[in-house]
């Protein structure tokens, strides 16, 4: 993956870190959270197809708008700050290099293959 993709997620990152940080909230909430999306992976033991569809599910950008716009419009604060957790988790994914999973192979994501070729 480019270095310029790369370098743009990490600004994402630490965007999102910022606001949660101004947002008042507890950084137990944060460390508590972070990683959640990540039990998605679980999915996999479902198959490729089941895992990859969990997985993109919740590592795409639509669940993350969804809530904001929810928590806006509900004003939900508690529902600001696990959008900025999960905003701030896929776009540090992102600068990782993990992207959206296919079909075929956990390994092999919208950003290029994972891993060693």
């Known amino acids: 993956m480019s270095l310029l993709l ?3 997620h990490l600004a994402l990152t630490v965007l999102f870190v910022v606001l949660y940080a ?4 507890s950084w137990w909430l944060f460390a508590a959270l972070f990683l959640a999306p990540d039990l998605a992976f679980a999915a996999y033991l479902f198959g490729p197809r089941i895992g ?3 997985y993109n599910a919740v590592h795409s950008w639509i669940g ?4 904001a716009a929810i928590s806006w419009a509900a004003d939900l604060p ?3 700050a696990i959008c900025l957790i999960w905003a701030a988790h896929i776009a540090f994914d ?3 290099g993990y992207g959206l999973k296919y079909q075929t192979d956990f390994k092999d994501t919208h950003l290029g293959r994972i891993g060693r070729s």
């Open 78 to 80: 508690a529902g600001y």
């Open 6 to 8: 790369r370098l743009e």
């Open 94 to 96: 992102r600068t990782l």
């Open 52 to 54: 990859a569809m969990i």
């Open 22 to 25: 101004a947002s008042g909230m």
């Open 64 to 67: 993350v708008v969804l809530l």
